[in-house]
């Protein structure tokens, strides 16, 4: 491949990143809760049952936010079924995943399980089948300090000072007719902007994000976040986003290319709520909750992998095992969420243990990490500072990417997918610039030369890369480290200028002292 270019400059950033940027997603759904975060009785388990073993992991992979408790899960959840004394928590059918609900785990102990893990709680209240009172009792239930009935409830359950939840949810993906009570904008929009009003005259100082499509692909995509904005654009701070990504085709480049159609939702999503600030001449921007993202596709349309018979508790769905050009697609996604950092100010990897997950857990036994683990570590411990703006050139490759409707297929012509996707984020309190580089060729290497004008002392700390010759490799219980990140060796630094030699199909971190 010709020689790849990147410029840019010290003085001028994108944004620089907010510290939701790097959260992640906990659901009640298949063994993300029972039998991953939670499992009382487990050699590792702490006094609450939080398995230790797994907070070790989290505390690794440092998420910064955890949304809870889903997802579908939450269209149909009586917050209430999840608090008080556990033997009298009633046993519900979940409609969302076709499972039983012990509700053994709920607010309070998701609460706990954040502040051990030193992560922000993000609550979702549930705008399906319930509405803006179920929203604004439950912000009453968690945040307000005492002399209610509902805040003296928290206490005598066990909670004397509030939770202090700051961000929230207002219900998940409306749009979808998979959904519970799934509405249409207009009505959702009004509910939102109600329950909205409440919440926020309990407690002033939490922050909201409305649901926005569930998808790109979604028929109601554009018109969706227009009308729901329009009815809760004084009310909120975020409209959310989700995608997953998928190779149904395996079709590798086009998978990889998929990544740029991220960076086009979050540009439209940003043009459609700055379109409603316009209209009503305000200065107000509401910012973007990427919050549900990653790779999906094997255990999403496979009914035996999504739904096991008989209303099991804790049934083990979604669990989806990543591969190897999982984590390079998974890693573009990083590096989009980075280059928007000055919109995309919240977002979730969805979701957090078993289920599409990062971290892969065996009921009684070991916790592992999967391919995409590595990615996520580098982007939340290193993707911290200014996102610089680049200049890239790169050769470019065309791809057809199949986003399916349900049974029939979809296709998105992606014209000019640079083979280099690239970030660039300095760090000037602890004083390092962090390369973030995917090589999407899968054949041939990537030689790299970096003009960072303004940096004129660099030197290498750490250059890493994953990858790996077999795309389809998968780290397993047997073996948990089959793919994880290697040294990058050929990198040189000389002034201002870094170049680097980028394997194929490869996701490489280059972090520089300054
Ligand atoms: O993350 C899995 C599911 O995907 C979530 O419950 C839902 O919000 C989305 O459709």
Request: aromatic fraction near 10%.
């Amino acid at each position: 491949m010709r020689n790849v270019e990147v410029r840019f400059h010290r003085d001028f950033a994108i944004g620089t990143t907010h510290p939701r940027l790097f959260g992640a997603f906990i659901e009640h759904l298949g063994r993300c809760v029972y039998g991953g975060i939670f499992e009382p009785g487990h050699p590792t388990a702490d006094a609450q049952g939080f398995r230790k073993d797994v907070l070790d992991l989290v505390r690794e992979l440092q998420p910064t936010v955890m949304r809870y408790p889903g997802g579908n899960f939450v269209s149909g959840y009586n917050w209430e079924d999840g608090v008080g004394p556990v033997g009298e928590r009633p046993r519900r059918l979940d409609l969302a995943w076709m499972s039983t609900e012990t509700n053994e785990f709920g607010t309070n102990e998701f609460i706990d399980w954040c502040r051990a893990a030193d992560i922000e709680p993000m609550l979702a209240v549930n705008l399906g089948t319930r509405g803006g009172d179920a929203a604004r009792n439950m912000v009453e239930y968690c945040n307000h300090p005492g002399g209610t009935t509902l805040s003296e409830l928290r206490r005598t359950h066990g909670w004397d000072k509030p939770h202090g939840v700051k961000f929230w949810c207002l219900g998940n993906e409306m749009d979808g007719p998979w959904q519970m009570e799934a509405k249409t904008a207009t009505e959702y929009g009004r509910i939102a902007q109600e329950a909205a009003k409440m919440m926020k005259w309990i407690d002033p100082s939490i922050e909201l994000a409305a649901a926005g499509s569930s998808g790109r692909r979604m028929p109601t995509f554009g018109t969706w976040e227009d009308t729901v904005l329009q009815h809760t654009f004084d009310h909120v701070e975020y409209i959310s986003l989700h995608t997953y990504l998928n190779n149904y085709d395996q079709d590798t480049p086009a998978f990889l290319a998929s990544v740029d159609l991220m960076d086009h939702f979050i540009e439209e999503v940003v043009a459609i709520a700055d379109a409603v600030a316009a209209r009503r001449r305000s200065s107000k921007r509401i910012m973007l909750s990427f919050d549900e993202w990653n790779v999906w596709y094997r255990t999403r349309r496979n009914r035996a992998a999504r739904v096991k018979e008989g209303w099991p508790v804790a049934p083990p769905i979604l669990e989806e095992i990543y591969n190897m050009e999982d984590a390079l697609a998974f890693g573009g996604c990083c590096i989009s969420l980075l280059n928007h950092a000055d919109r995309v100010t919240a977002a979730c990897l969805a979701q957090l243990v078993n289920v599409i997950a990062p971290i892969m857990t065996e009921t009684g036994g070991p916790a592992w990490r999967q391919t995409i683990f590595w990615p996520f570590l580098h982007f939340s411990r290193m993707g911290r500072g200014r996102v610089l703006r680049t200049e890239i050139s790169s050769p470019t490759y065309s791809a057809r990417y199949n986003d399916p409707q349900g049974p029939i297929n979809d296709y998105y012509d992606i014209p000019a997918a640079p083979y280099l996707k690239l970030s660039a984020v300095h760090d000037d309190k602890v004083g390092t610039l962090t390369l973030f580089a995917l090589n999407r060729s899968l054949e041939e290497e990537m030689p790299l030369t970096v003009a960072a004008t303004g940096f004129p002392k660099l030197a290498v700390k750490q250059a890493l890369q994953l990858c790996d010759r077999d795309l389809t490799a998968v780290n397993s219980k047997a073996q948990p480290d089959r793919i994880a990140p290697k040294p990058l060796s050929k990198v040189k630094v000389a002034g201002e200028t870094v170049e680097a030699v980028l394997p194929p199909a490869s996701w490489n971190v280059i972090q520089l002292a300054v």
